[in-house]
């Protein structure tokens, strides 16, 4: 029980890589926060917790609105006193190459995944700075480390994501808060399940471990990261991508 009676809100976590990351935390004896901009996915996904004997709270939330963001944090210290860890997971792709890029496509992602980390990192950080204790996780991508031909917004908004971190982890530092990054490469998803074998088989050739990474890779290392093993560890970026970029 690593993360016993700490409460954990993560953004996007109605599904995908941010629900494994709840769950995970959950069986680990957090209180945790499922925050979605889909406010009925994220009450079905809260439901599914409770019902496994998890203590869990749903708020529907656009990450890219501070009094979105504001209301749901006041609710969650109304009821549990405390926000004890972070994750910045919402995030979002609009793919095209910069020639046919839209302003829209840009903008989109920007701002759910770079603003978006900003505004939840600013709320937050209130209560844990009166704290003196707090964790927070943002969920980069590979391709804000190697960049990608057709997605300059997203390895922009993840590389942007990567500066950000540092940035907090030593604004926030002396009151023992702690900021890192993950960073994974392909992991199976909604988005993945849909490849063809053969474009599997063109993906896995640049994977030195030649799979893909599920969400609970993912979860793991973001668990470390969230408990006192990790408590001499800020700012760091750690790869979740089987040595894709190596
Ligand atoms: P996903 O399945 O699309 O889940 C993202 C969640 O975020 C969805 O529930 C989505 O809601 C929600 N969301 C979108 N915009 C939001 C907003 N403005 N405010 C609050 N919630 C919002 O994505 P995923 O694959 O699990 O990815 C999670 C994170 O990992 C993202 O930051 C992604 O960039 C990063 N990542 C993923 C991979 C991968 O291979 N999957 C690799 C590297 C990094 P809706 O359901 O309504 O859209």
Not at 118 to 128: A, L, N, Y
Not at 140 to 158: D, E, P, R, T
């Amino acid at each position: 029980m690593k993360l016993k009676d700490q409460v954990a809100l993560i953004t996007g976590s109605a599904r995908g890589i941010g629900r494994e990351i709840a769950l995970t935390f959950a069986q680990a004896g957090a209180k945790v926060v499922i925050s979605d901009i889909n406010a009925e996915s994220a009450a079905k996904t809260a439901e599914e917790f409770r019902q496994q004997g998890f203590e869990a709270l749903s708020f529907g939330c656009d990450v890219t609105k501070a009094e979105s963001v504001e209301e749901m944090v006041n609710n969650v210290l109304d009821k549990w006193k405390s926000i004890d860890i972070l994750v910045n997971n919402a995030g979002i792709t609009r793919d095209n190459l910069i020639l046919r890029m839209t302003e829209n496509e840009w903008d989109a992602v920007l701002s759910t995944n770079l603003k978006g980390a900003f505004i939840c990192t600013k709320v937050v950080s209130k209560p844990m700075l009166k704290a003196r204790k707090g964790k927070m996780i943002n969920i980069a991508s590979i391709i804000g480390v190697m960049g990608n031909a057709g997605q300059a917004n997203y390895a922009a908004s993840k590389g942007g994501v990567i500066a950000f971190t540092k940035s907090v982890a030593k604004e926030f530092a002396s009151r023992n808060i702690t900021a890192n990054a993950v960073a994974p490469g392909f992991i199976q998803s909604d988005m993945t399940d849909k490849l063809s074998e053969k474009a599997k088989e063109e993906i896995f050739k640049q994977i030195p471990l030649g799979k893909l990474g599920s969400p609970k890779d993912v979860a793991n290392v973001c668990l470390f990261l969230a408990s006192a093993e990790a408590d001499y560890i800020t700012g760091q970026v750690i790869l979740i991508d089987g040595g894709m970029g190596i």
